[in-house]
Structures are given as structure tokens and as C-alpha cells.
């Protein structure tokens, strides 16, 4: 089973809008941290925003903030007044609690466009 | 500036050749990882080191090569590759891999390889 699911394989925005990037995911470890990346036409990736599974409240970092509904397990990343450089592949990831490498899982990402 | 730098940021290559990327990362980190993006595909892990140790190996053939030199520097040495190897390969640190869920991964730009 997929560990970390992106449902939307694209998305469009009108600039200045605001949207939200899907992320649901699956562990059972009670102890586990989800990142969102960006990834601009270039390559390299960029990391936007984390949310600890024992934190209470949504993470935010500037336009970035994360709806954790951790019931539901979802991540979404909502990203408020969309702006034209905000067109990127976006990726979901998830580190859990357990084994030695701690390894980040990804999902297979969101293709955002902004429209002018 | 960025923290990872990888280099070269293209090569091709054909299927006998040997060549070596490089990743270099002045953030202080413990930690680096190779990774490998395919297109429509999801980042695969493929490489973890840890204090120059290598402590995840996700069952890459043995034509991809690491090696640590030091917590600096990540190498991946190639050899006799297949076209289906074309690919982003994507290097990472961290500060550490065992401890601490919340610790981003830092990306470096990518190294695009093409299989002749």
C-alpha cells in the first residue's frame, strides 16, 4: 500500500487565489513528521513547511500553512495569494518514527500552475 | 547560495562508460542521501550515510557505487548503466538521520542523466 498518496496529479490557480494540495498517508507509528516540498522546473527541491504528529496546531509559514487532520491522516498544504512563481511540481513526504534510517517516503506529486 | 551543490547538472552518457557525481553540502549536516526521480514516478531512495557510514542501501544495483568520503561530500560512481538509469539524481542532507523527525532534508539541484 502507498504510504503517501497525491490524488491530484495537477492543479491550476488563478494568481491571488488561494488552493490547497491534497496529501493523505498511511502509518502506524504514533510518532511521525510530514514535509512538503517544492520542485520549480530546475530540479531542485525545496522544502516549504512541517507538521510533528504531536503537534497540536496547523503549521504556517508565510503563504504556506498545513490543514493536519490527523483523524482523517491528511496533510493538506494550502498555499494562500498564489503567485505566477508558485508554478512547481509539489510533493508530499513522510518520515515515521521507526528504524534507523528514518527515511523520508514521498508521493508522486502535484503539478500547480498559476494562471495570470 | 545553495546549501547541497551538485555537480555536473547534465551529463549523457553511454552504456559503457564510467562517470562520477558529486555532492558537496556546507550545511554541516551528518547526513546525505542519494536519491533518483524517474519520470511520472515517485523519488526513490537510494542511498543513506550517516557519519560517513552507509546505513541504507534500498536494493540498488551494483552499478551505481557510493561513497563518503567525509560528511561533506557524497559521491555516486556509475558504470556500465542501462537507459532506463536516465534519470534526476537528487542528493540531500540533513543533520543527522536518527533523531530529530522534524529536521528537513536539504536538496540539492539535481544531476539530469541521459543513458546513450
Known amino acids: 500500500a502507498q504510504k503517501i498518496t497525491q490524488t491530484q496529479p495537477g492543479m491550476f490557480v488563478q494568481e491571488k487565489e488561494a488552493v490547497t494540495l491534497d496529501c493523505t498517508y498511511d502509518t502506524s507509528d504514533q510518532s511521525y513528521g510530514l514535509f512538503w516540498y517544492k520542485q520549480p522546473s530546475s530540479g531542485e527541491m525545496i522544502f516549504l513547511i512541517y507538521?510533528?504528529?504531536?503537534?497540536?496546531q496547523n503549521a504556517t509559514e508565510g503563504r504556506y500553512s498545513l490543514n493536519f487532520q490527523k483523524a482523517r491522516k491528511s496533510a493538506n498544504l494550502v498555499i494562500s495569494a498564489s503567485q505566477l512563481g508558485d508554478s512547481a511540481m509539489y510533493f508530499c513526504a513522510m518520515r515515521e518514527g521507526h528504524g534507523s534510517a528514518r527515511q523520508l517516503t514521498f508521493g508522486s506529486g502535484t503539478q500547480l500552475t498559476v494562471l495570470p | 547560495e545553495t546549501g547541497v551543490t551538485q555537480t555536473p547538472r547534465h551529463l549523457v552518457m553511454g552504456m559503457t562508460n564510467k562517470k562520477s557525481l558529486k555532492c558537496e553540502q556546507h550545511?554541516?549536516?551528518?547526513?546525505m542521501y542519494w536519491y533518483k526521480q524517474s519520470a511520472k514516478k515517485p523519488l526513490e531512495l537510494m542511498f543513506v550515510y550517516n557519519f560517513k557510514e552507509q546505513t541504507e542501501n534500498n536494493s540498488v544495483p551494483s552499478r551505481f557505487s557510493p561513497e563518503c568520503p567525509n560528511s561533506s561530500h557524497l559521491f555516486l560512481h556509475l558504470h556500465t548503466l542501462q537507459p532506463e538509469d536516465s534519470a534526476l539524481y537528487l542528493c540531500?542532507?540533513?543533520?543527522?538521520?536518527?533523531?530529530?523527525?522534524?529536521?528537513?532534508?536539504?536538496f540539492g539541484d539535481g544531476t539530469r542523466l541521459s543513458i546513450l
Open positions: 550545511l554541516g549536516h551528518n547526513a
Open positions: 540531500a542532507s540533513s543533520q543527522t538521520v536518527g533523531d530529530g523527525s522534524n529536521q528537513p532534508q536539504h
Open positions: 507538521q510533528g504528529s504531536y503537534d497540536e
